[in-house]
């Protein structure tokens, strides 16, 4: 998939803001389909191939979490939820159902093609030709050429953040990595200091990974510095 010839969904009820985020999207080559509210947008997601969801928390008529949650039972698409300031709670509430990036408005062009470039190109990462095939760490294992990470011969339900976050600390275990690397190299070169992002994805991690999360054996916390997936 080339990132500009990606079918994008915007879901908004504010058609000034949609309008904004469709111009400046084709002008630079995607393909936007829009939708005012979450029942409009989930038939259109249902109806055509869509690479990307962009959608807002406060709409009427199914809001963006209840959207997010019933895309997120039929689809790994990547989703961009946008958010007001002081929105804090309902932004980790999408992140738990499995939204993959954040806009807070208002916001420029440069930060949305910023957020739309990156979350198209992770999800393209992790359909990737792998240099290896597969990483074994006791009881957990990444098949790498099939996109597929077991637990205890469990087969993992992982969104493509999810599963790049994974096979990162996995091909580095043992090591002790700051928030700042992995968001680097899990979320991209315009990350760093999105420390949020890790708190939720280390928890979602954790509830798919161990076998008590309270208690983890793989992904451990490095208090003040970040990370260690622990083999």
Not at 9 to 37: M, Q
Not at 93 to 111: N, Q, S
Request: charged share 30%.
């Amino acid at each position: 998939m080339m990132l500009k010839s990606a079918s994008v969904l915007v879901i908004d009820d504010e058609k000034s803001l949609r309008d904004f985020v469709r111009i400046n999207l084709e002008v630079r080559g995607y393909n936007v389909t829009v939708a005012p509210n979450g029942a409009d947008g989930l038939a259109v997601f249902q109806s055509q191939h869509i690479d990307l969801v962009i959608l807002d928390i406060m709409m009427p008529n199914m809001d963006g979490l209840e959207t997010t949650r019933r895309i997120r039972q039929i689809s790994i698409v990547p989703i961009i939820i946008l958010t007001a300031l002081g929105e804090e709670s309902d932004k980790v509430k999408a992140f738990d159902l499995g939204a993959d990036d954040y806009l807070t408005k208002p916001f420029g062009i440069g930060e949305l093609l910023s957020r739309v470039k990156a979350v198209l190109r992770r999800a393209r990462w992790s359909e990737a030709q792998p240099e290896q095939e597969s990483i074994e760490c006791q009881d957990i294992a990444a098949d790498l050429v099939r996109h597929k990470i077991t637990a205890a011969g469990r087969e993992l339900d992982l969104t493509p953040t999810e599963f790049n976050l994974l096979v990162y600390l996995m091909r580095n275990a043992g090591k002790t990595l700051s928030h700042r690397a992995i968001l680097q190299n899990v979320w991209g070169p315009e990350y760093g200091d999105e420390a949020e992002y890790l708190r939720v994805y280390m928890g979602k991690l954790r509830q798919k990974v161990e076998k008590e999360p309270l208690k983890p054996r793989y992904i451990l916390t490095e208090r003040g510095i970040g990370y260690r997936f622990e083999c």
